[in-house]
């Protein structure tokens, strides 16, 4: 039995490309893949486990062919091993793009996008017989995309910009008391727009503001409701101003 054991990890943990570490290889990143795409689509992303766990299978795969072409054809000695994984690194940019959404002044999917890119350098890590490696960086991002939101959150880390847009059933001139309302709620007024229309005696209020991602809005709404005759109040996260 330990002379078994011990030839299915010689050849698990071989230099060469070979039938057994090339299935070993394969499932082990689609596992690694399957993990950071779980992750991934908890927060609801679109790129999940399925997207994660070919990515990284192919950077694995991609990693196998660069080291059996010269092994096969070449030798090791003369070949290069990183030519056909090298072009993972700028291949998988253009899959990343994708996952990025930019959207009225908000980008989103930076994350997702970042996560790709690494989760395609842990199937090239794995295609070479890094498993250790893959594994450790695998636990890492974990870390990074679970604990580290936490923390976030915790911690009120992060700020995003919401629109704000009132109509007011009179004319003001002053916004004194929003800006006021507003820093008492935590929230920040970064710039704003005003339209008059004298025929109907209403004022259209534009306000872009910055506040922490975890805010409740809805108390800062009904706040600023109070000020002056409101006939209307939208918050939108995508700011068009």
Not at 13 to 23: E, F, G, I, P, Q
Not at 65 to 78: A, C, F, R, T
Not at 101 to 106: E, F, P
Request: aromatic share 8%; proline share 2%; hydrophobic share 45%.
């Amino acid at each position: 039995m330990k002379e078994i054991v011990s030839e299915i990890y010689s050849q698990l943990t071989a230099l060469d490309v070979n039938l057994s570490n090339s299935l070993f290889r394969m499932l082990l990143s689609m596992v690694l893949g399957v993990v950071i795409g779980a992750e991934r689509k908890r927060k609801g992303q679109i790129a999940g486990i399925r997207t994660f766990s070919l990515i990284t299978m192919g950077a694995c795969l991609a990693m196998l062919l660069s080291i059996y072409v010269p092994q096969e054809y070449m030798g090791l000695k003369n070949g290069d091993p990183g030519r056909i994984a090298a072009q993972v690194i700028t291949g998988i940019g253009f899959l990343g793009g994708g996952a990025i959404i930019r959207a009225k002044g908000n980008v989103k999917g930076l994350t997702t996008a970042a996560g790709i890119w690494i989760s395609a350098i842990i199937g090239m890590s794995v295609g070479i017989g890094m498993y250790v490696v893959a594994i450790g960086s695998t636990m890492l991002i974990l870390i990074v995309l679970v604990m580290f939101d936490w923390y976030e959150h915790w911690q009120n880390i992060g700020q995003e910009s919401k629109a704000l847009s009132i109509t007011l059933t009179e004319i003001i001139t002053d916004l004194d008391e929003y800006e006021k309302a507003l820093k008492e709620m935590g929230v920040h007024l970064s710039t704003y727009f005003i339209g008059y229309d004298y025929e109907h005696n209403r004022t259209e209020l534009n306000l872009l503001v910055l506040a922490h991602s975890n805010i409740n809005f809805l108390p800062v709404l009904e706040r600023l409701s109070k000020i002056a005759p409101t006939q209307s109040i939208t918050l939108s996260s995508q700011a068009e101003m």
